[in-house]
């Protein structure tokens, strides 16, 4: 799972994006942030620093969120000498579940001995149409179309 956002920076400096998680109650507003380093610390994944208007991304481990959970995230920018004051608006997201197949059959309703095997023979359908006439020319096609 990758999260991403836009950071600007006012200099045009490049910057970084701390970025936090939590899950939400039922009204969608935050419950619990989520662990995403696994440090138990702070819990926030933090990006390369990219171009100011450029996308910030991080990967999420695999596991750390759970298919059909409603979370949301924010961002903090930091330029390298400047911590922004105030986080990102949230914004919320879904991890969808997988598809899942129903099992196999193990029983059919079609009834094997109603079914009849037939055997297509082809017949031979003559010689094949010549490419070129005895003069080397391709051969013409001449329709006839019947009007009534």
Request: glycine content about 6%; cysteine-free.
């Given at each position: ?12 400096d490049t910057?970084?994006l701390?970025?936090?998680?939590y899950?939400t109650n ?8 989520v662990?995403?380093?696994g ?7 933090v990006?390369?620093f990219v171009a ?10 695999y596991g750390i ?9 924010r ?10 004051t105030?986080?990102?608006p949230?914004a ?11 099992a196999?059959q193990?029983?059919s309703?079609?009834?094997s ?7 297509i023979?082809?017949t031979?359908p003559g ?15 001449r329709?006839r179309l019947?009007?009534m």
């Open positions: 799972m990758v999260l991403r956002n836009t950071v600007t920076d006012a200099d045009g910057a970084n701390t970025f936090q998680v899950t039922a009204d969608g507003t935050p419950k619990a942030q662990d995403l380093d440090s138990g610390q702070y819990g926030v994944l990006s390369p100011s208007g450029s996308t910030a991304k991080v990967t999420v481990p969120l759970k298919p059909g959970v409603l979370y949301k995230f961002t903090s920018a930091f330029d390298g000498s400047l911590y922004e105030t986080w990102s949230w919320d997201f879904r991890i969808e579940p997988y598809v899942k197949f129903p196999p193990t029983s309703t079609i009834d001995t109603a079914q009849e095997i037939h055997a023979t082809r031979d010689p094949a149409l010549p490419a070129f006439s005895e003069s080397g020319e391709p051969p013409r096609v329709w019947d009007f």
